[in-house]
């Protein structure tokens, strides 16, 4: 994942080289830098037109939070990290129109682990088993999206200057793919009960994570053009 993130970053500066401009013969007038906030957290964007009709986006987001969570009847103080990069083309229909459709990748959307939490009376409520504390040790859980995302979408915003160096930006689209549900906890090892259980919940737990096939992507932003 570093790397794809190098690459974006990498991809992003070069978008705004003196040859790259001259060569588009635009004056540099088709490059924008842009702040946004979205699902995948707090991001910074360049992005280039490289025809009339066709343009490049490289970005980075970030979010982190920590907060207490139920999952499946069992408490959780979980930590929810967003730390992804994204690359995408856009496709103008109107000449340096506003309104584009987009495909691309994004990376790993979301990392979101927790570290289970027993009741006031030390216990766990596991699969409709009671287990103490001591017999489950530290439980740890996970739902982790793939590394690198297929991404499809729509909006409006353009690097091409009209008018305005300021220009609102609107992103709606969806990252394919499901996240992937981790449960465990260090008395498992010698406890087949437990990881039966846990097994369970797993599977309850990645029921409801797969109703939702894609990760929804919802942007909005204010860039500068130049």
Same mark, same amino acid.
């Given at each position: 994942?570093?790397?794809?993130?190098?690459?974006?970053?990498?991809?992003?500066?070069?978008?705004?080289?003196?040859?790259?401009?001259?060569?588009?013969?635009?004056?540099?007038?088709?490059?924008?830098?842009?702040?946004?906030?979205?699902?995948?957290?707090?991001?910074?964007?360049?992005?280039?037109?490289?025809?009339?009709?066709?343009?490049?986006?490289?970005?980075?987001?970030?979010?982190?939070?920590?907060?207490?969570?139920?999952?499946?009847?069992?408490?959780?103080?979980?930590?929810?990290?967003?730390?992804?990069?994204?690359?995408?083309?856009?496709?103008?229909? %109107?000449?340096?129109?506003? /309104?584009? !459709?987009?495909? =691309?990748?994004?990376?790993?959307? #979301?990392? $979101? &682990?927790? *570290? +289970?939490?027993?009741?006031?009376?030390?216990?766990?409520?596991?699969?409709?088993?009671?287990?103490?504390?001591?017999?489950?040790?530290?439980?740890?859980?996970?739902?982790?999206?793939?590394?690198?995302?297929?991404?499809?979408?729509?909006?409006?915003?353009?690097?091409?200057?009209?008018?305005? %160096?300021?220009?609102?930006? /609107?992103? !709606?689209?969806? =990252?394919?793919?499901?996240?992937? #549900?981790? $449960? &465990?906890? *260090? +008395?498992?090892?010698?406890?087949?009960?437990?990881?039966?259980?846990?097994?369970?919940?797993?599977?309850?737990?990645?029921?409801?994570?797969?109703?939702?096939?894609?990760?929804?992507?919802?942007?909005?932003?204010?860039?500068?053009?130049?």
């Amino acid at each position: 994942m570093r790397a794809t993130h190098g690459t974006a970053i990498a991809l992003c500066l070069a978008l705004f080289t003196p040859a790259r401009t001259q060569l588009l013969g635009q004056g540099g007038k088709d490059a924008s830098v842009a702040l946004r906030l979205s699902s995948l957290g707090y991001g910074l964007e360049g992005a280039k037109l490289l025809t009339n009709h066709v343009g490049l986006r490289a970005g980075f987001n970030y979010f982190k939070i920590s907060d207490n969570k139920t999952e499946s009847d069992i408490a959780f103080d979980a930590h929810l990290k967003m730390t992804s990069g994204s690359l995408l083309a856009d496709l103008f229909p %109107a000449r340096r129109g506003s /309104f584009h !459709l987009s495909t =691309g990748l994004i990376t790993n959307p #979301v990392n $979101l &682990t927790g *570290t +289970g939490v027993p009741t006031e009376s030390g216990t766990f409520e596991i699969n409709n088993h009671t287990y103490t504390s001591s017999e489950v040790g530290t439980m740890s859980g996970r739902i982790k999206w793939p590394s690198v995302l297929p991404y499809f979408g729509l909006g409006f915003g353009t690097p091409a200057a009209a008018h305005r %160096a300021l220009k609102f930006i /609107f992103d !709606l689209g969806v =990252g394919i793919g499901r996240g992937k #549900v981790s $449960l &465990t906890a *260090t +008395g498992a090892a010698n406890n087949a009960q437990l990881q039966s259980d846990l097994d369970a919940e797993i599977a309850d737990i990645q029921k409801d994570v797969h109703k939702v096939p894609v990760y929804p992507v919802i942007s909005f932003g204010l860039a500068y053009r130049f």
